[in-house]
């Protein structure tokens, strides 16, 4: 339970800074919304004929950019990203700041088993992720309630933000798995941003090329396609498999952790 | 010299990683643009049907798009995010890893003046990030005309392709100024991406809002391609506000680093 205090007080401050930044791109993007509301009708038509790639380099896709939510979609994959930065950031340096700030020996000698020891800061980055997302369903909620003349659209946000988090949990597991069970935990800062780097960029060229819709297993920011989501909710398909990596890179952080050599 | 050589070394492989990387992407990227071409060539079609205002409101930005330097320039964005990631990375931990790593006072115990390490450090990033313009050039120069359809504006590519290195040196840069600001960087990657990824973003808010001073906020603005392939050359304004901020991160690094207190471990 230390241990959970300690992790939580020590990300405060950086957990602060990006819900600051979050806020402020929510509300800094969705000003812009003002301006397209009024060719929103017009454009929709034309959009809908343009070829999928086209759609792509608008940053449009299938959505409907003249209501708010149909906006915030487009907005999404920006927010998207940034959540997913974080999360793989985050775990991937809880586990491995011990060996690089040389307090692995200090904590291992405490009398904490190693998988306890992996439970705490588990737990103490599910919170800050939560807390997280937690800032960004109110943020969204309140920025397009504000913008939106009758019905609500806190169902589509709900679904949205429960999207976010499981490209977050994954994330977040696979960037303590790479730490806890790799052998370079000095570097294991830098392989969770390439793989999460990689995997945006290839989610990017499925969409341009509009012809490789199958290498979208590969990309977890595929899974929640933001017009998707908005239309039906997430796929059952792809929440299956995104709490399956989930769970993967668990049983490999556990089983490669309880038995390193520390640095 | 020793530390230039030092340096240059220690960086070699994660450059030549980066460099690969963005060559794959360029080469990934535009191996789909013939398919790409055929459907704009379509659409082209429908938008004629369409009215006047329309197409004058989306119309133009589609024609330029659909042609290979509109595409690459599409393209280029994403290159020069990586550049610009890769470029602030090296000039933040190449100055901070001394500190992180407790190599410091063995550094500063040499007979060298700190100004004297400062500006090799700086030289062989810059050596580094120019050797990494000039494989990606070469790369997407050959890449580009393979699949080119049409004869297309070599000079213009020419020059979208060096805004690249351009965008790197700001970014170099801010990341030496960063490293002076944040004296205790314990890891260099999340200040990095964090503030990367916050101009990368302001950018896609910023563009639907056109011209207007807010294009000085986000360097990935700096070198609009539009206007590169239109006209020709660079905004003057955004080159000398780019010169600019090089200088003065350079500055305030050079002076800061000069004076600064370095702890021994």
């Given at each position: 339970?230390?241990?959970?205090?300690?992790?939580?007080?020590?990300?405060?401050?950086?957990?602060?800074?990006?819900?600051?930044?979050?806020?402020?791109?929510?509300?800094?993007?969705?000003?812009?919304?003002?301006?397209?509301?009024?060719?929103?009708?017009?454009?929709?038509?034309?959009?809908?004929?343009?070829?999928?790639?086209?759609?792509?380099?608008?940053?449009?896709?299938?959505?409907?950019?003249?209501?708010?939510?149909?906006?915030?979609?487009?907005?999404?994959?920006?927010?998207?990203?940034?959540?997913?930065?974080?999360?793989?950031?985050?775990?991937?340096?809880?586990?491995?700041?011990?060996?690089?700030?040389?307090?692995?020996?200090?904590?291992?000698?405490?009398?904490?088993?190693?998988?306890?020891?992996?439970?705490?800061?588990?737990?103490?980055?599910?919170?800050?992720?939560?807390?997280?997302?937690?800032?960004?369903?109110?943020?969204?909620?309140?920025?397009?309630?504000?913008?939106?003349?009758?019905?609500?659209?806190?169902?589509?946000?709900?679904?949205?933000?429960?999207?976010?988090?499981?490209?977050?949990?994954?994330?977040?597991?696979?960037?303590?798995?790479?730490?806890?069970?790799?052998?370079?935990?000095?570097?294991?800062?830098?392989?969770?941003?390439?793989?999460?780097?990689?995997?945006?960029?290839?989610?990017?060229?499925?969409?341009?090329?509009?012809?490789?819709?199958?290498?979208?297993?590969?990309?977890?920011?595929?899974?929640?396609?933001?017009?998707?989501?908005?239309?039906?909710?997430?796929?059952?398909?792809?929440?299956?498999?995104?709490?399956?990596?989930?769970?993967?890179?668990?049983?490999?952080?556990?089983?490669?952790?309880?038995?390193?050599?520390?640095? | 010299?020793?530390?230039?050589?030092?340096?240059?070394?220690?960086?070699?492989?994660?450059?030549?990683?980066?460099?690969?990387?963005?060559?794959g992407l360029v080469l990934l990227m535009m191996a789909m643009y013939p398919s790409f071409a055929g459907d704009a060539e379509a659409f082209?079609?429908?938008?004629?049907?369409?009215?006047?205002?329309?197409?004058?409101?989306?119309?133009?930005?589609?024609?330029?798009?659909?042609?290979?330097?509109?595409?690459?320039?599409?393209?280029?964005?994403?290159?020069?995010?990586?550049?610009?990631?890769?470029?602030?990375?090296?000039?933040?931990?190449?100055?901070?890893?001394?500190?992180?790593?407790?190599?410091?006072?063995?550094?500063?115990?040499?007979?060298?003046?700190?100004?004297?390490?400062?500006?090799?450090?700086?030289?062989?990033?810059?050596?580094?990030?120019?050797?990494?313009?000039?494989?990606?050039?070469?790369?997407?120069?050959?890449?580009?005309?393979?699949?080119?359809?049409?004869?297309?504006?070599?000079?213009?590519?020419?020059?979208?392709?060096?805004?690249?290195?351009?965008?790197?040196?700001?970014?170099?840069?801010?990341?030496?100024?960063?490293?002076?600001?944040?004296?205790?960087?314990?890891?260099?990657?999340?200040?990095?991406?964090?503030?990367?990824?916050?101009?990368?973003?302001?950018?896609?808010?910023?563009?639907?809002?056109?011209?207007?001073?807010?294009?000085?906020?986000?360097?990935?603005?700096?070198?609009?391609?539009a206007y590169i392939i239109q006209h020709g050359s660079y905004e003057t304004g955004f080159v000398a506000a780019s010169l600019v901020i090089?200088?003065?991160?350079?500055?305030?690094?050079?002076?800061?680093?000069?004076?600064?207190?370095?702890?021994?471990?």
């Amino acid at each position: 339970m230390n241990l959970y205090r300690r992790e939580m007080r020590a990300h405060l401050k950086s957990l602060l800074i990006w819900i600051a930044g979050i806020i402020a791109m929510l509300a800094a993007g969705m000003g812009k919304f003002t301006g397209m509301e009024e060719s929103g009708a017009a454009m929709n038509e034309l959009m809908a004929d343009m070829p999928k790639a086209l759609q792509a380099i608008m940053g449009i896709g299938e959505l409907d950019i003249g209501t708010p939510i149909g906006y915030y979609g487009v907005l999404f994959l920006y927010l998207l990203l940034m959540a997913a930065i974080h999360a793989s950031m985050l775990g991937a340096a809880i586990i491995s700041k011990e060996e690089r700030d040389k307090t692995a020996e200090f904590l291992l000698v405490k009398p904490l088993s190693r998988g306890r020891l992996l439970l705490c800061k588990l737990l103490a980055a599910l919170t800050q992720v939560l807390i997280f997302n937690l800032v960004m369903l109110t943020g969204s909620i309140l920025v397009i309630g504000s913008y939106t003349e009758g019905e609500s659209s806190a169902g589509a946000i709900l679904s949205l933000m429960a999207g976010m988090l499981l490209v977050q949990l994954i994330f977040l597991t696979v960037g303590m798995a790479i730490a806890g069970a790799g052998r370079h935990p000095k570097r294991a800062v830098a392989y969770s941003a390439a793989v999460m780097l990689l995997t945006f960029l290839l989610s990017m060229a499925i969409k341009i090329s509009g012809h490789i819709d199958y290498m979208g297993v590969f990309t977890p920011f595929y899974y929640v396609d933001a017009a998707a989501v908005i239309d039906q909710g997430i796929g059952a398909g792809y929440a299956l498999l995104s709490l399956g990596i989930t769970a993967v890179a668990l049983v490999v952080l556990f089983a490669g952790y309880n038995r390193r050599d520390m640095r | 010299m020793n530390m230039y050589l030092y340096e240059l070394k220690a960086y070699r492989n994660a450059t030549m990683i980066w460099t690969a990387s963005m060559t794959g992407l360029v080469l990934l990227m535009m191996a789909m643009y013939p398919s790409f071409a055929g459907d704009a060539e379509a659409f082209m079609d429908v938008l004629a049907s369409m009215p006047e205002s329309v197409v004058q409101a989306i119309g133009i930005q589609i024609d330029s798009i659909a042609s290979l330097l509109g595409y690459y320039s599409y393209i280029f964005l994403y290159v020069s995010l990586c550049g610009a990631i890769q470029a602030m990375h090296l000039g933040s931990s190449i100055l901070s890893k001394e500190t992180r790593e407790k190599t410091a006072d063995f550094l500063l115990a040499k007979p060298v003046t700190r100004g004297a390490i400062l500006i090799s450090k700086a030289l062989a990033a810059l050596t580094l990030l120019l050797a990494t313009n000039i494989v990606y050039f070469g790369a997407a120069s050959l890449i580009a005309s393979s699949v080119a359809l049409e004869p297309y504006d070599y000079g213009a590519f020419a020059l979208i392709s060096f805004s690249l290195l351009l965008l790197q040196l700001i970014f170099l840069a801010i990341g030496i100024a960063a490293a002076m600001l944040l004296p205790r960087m314990k890891t260099v990657l999340p200040v990095t991406l964090g503030t990367v990824f916050a101009f990368f973003v302001l950018t896609f808010i910023g563009s639907s809002s056109g011209n207007g001073k807010l294009r000085y906020v986000t360097p990935f603005h700096y070198f609009d391609r539009a206007y590169i392939i239109q006209h020709g050359s660079y905004e003057t304004g955004f080159v000398a506000a780019s010169l600019v901020i090089i200088a003065v991160c350079l500055l305030f690094g050079y002076l800061r680093y000069r004076s600064r207190d370095v702890h021994a471990v």
